[in-house]
């Protein structure tokens, strides 16, 4: 399986995984002409794209998605709540409901929720090429079920979102600070680095570090947090706002 990460944060998260050829993309929250354009600066086609998979219905994760449905003919997938919530921007028939080993090609994905302060928001569990790939972002802390699959992966594409010093003793507004703090906010260095410490097991390889925020986190902190958490034999990588990262087979 090949993964690319077009852009990874709150100005916007766009996700590209391709296996035998098929590709899907996951959550739209940068513009079509970013998300055909970063594709293309990698050889690949839009018409390699099979669907589009929306984790949450905040608009860092869906801000494209009504253009490019627009003028992509992807069936989107998504929880029924965020579903509910985006219908206002894209027509109600060009939604798919996620269930357990949903099959795309060479693909199976499965979906499983994640505490955030949307209406039902999830992770997804992506099975491709005999790898096992696990994209958890936008979560207030680490549930069972994503310790589970974190140790069922080979790879995975987690949240580390602020240091906690930086956040507390930053700009950000009080109700925000708390907002990002609490158990329906976003994962710390600390959180993400302890939950996969726990959680990793022997097939695990790649850790990417995703939904870094621009104000309360840098790359470099992120970084050390989680690799000083793990055995030097996984890689981890930081994903950038902006620019493309990857692409990374697994």
Not at 164 to 173: A, D, F, R, V
Request: hydrophobic share 40%; aromatic share 6%; charged share 20%.
């Amino acid at each position: 399986m090949k993964v690319l990460i077009l852009a990874s944060g709150s100005e916007g998260n766009c996700i590209y995984l391709e296996e035998d050829g098929s590709g899907l993309i996951i959550d739209a929250g940068i513009s079509r002409k970013r998300i055909l354009n970063g594709l293309a600066e990698h050889g690949i086609s839009k018409e390699n794209v099979e669907a589009v998979f929306i984790t949450h219905e905040h608009t860092d994760h869906t801000r494209g998605l009504r253009i490019l449905c627009k003028y992509e003919n992807y069936p989107v997938y998504a929880s029924e709540g965020t579903i509910e919530k985006l219908t206002y921007q894209v027509p109600r028939g060009d939604f798919r409901s996620v269930f357990i080993g949903t099959r795309i090609n060479g693909f199976e994905i499965s979906s499983l929720p994640l505490p955030h302060d949307a209406v039902e928001p999830v992770a997804y569990v992506i099975e491709g090429g005999g790898s096992r790939m696990l994209v958890a972002t936008d979560l207030g802390y680490v549930t069972e079920g994503v310790l589970r699959e974190i140790s069922r992966c080979q790879a995975v594409i987690f949240e580390s979102n602020h240091d906690i010093e930086m956040l507390n003793n930053g700009p950000y507004p009080e109700d925000l600070k708390a907002r990002i703090l609490s158990r329906w906010g976003h994962l710390s260095n600390k959180q993400c680095a302890a939950a996969l410490k726990q959680a990793h097991r022997g097939g695990l390889n790649l850790v990417i570090l995703a939904h870094l925020s621009l104000e309360n986190n840098s790359p470099e902190l992120a970084l050390a947090e989680t690799a000083k958490a793990l055995p030097k034999s996984i890689r981890v990588v930081t994903a950038s706002r902006r620019t493309p990262t990857g692409p990374f087979l697994i």
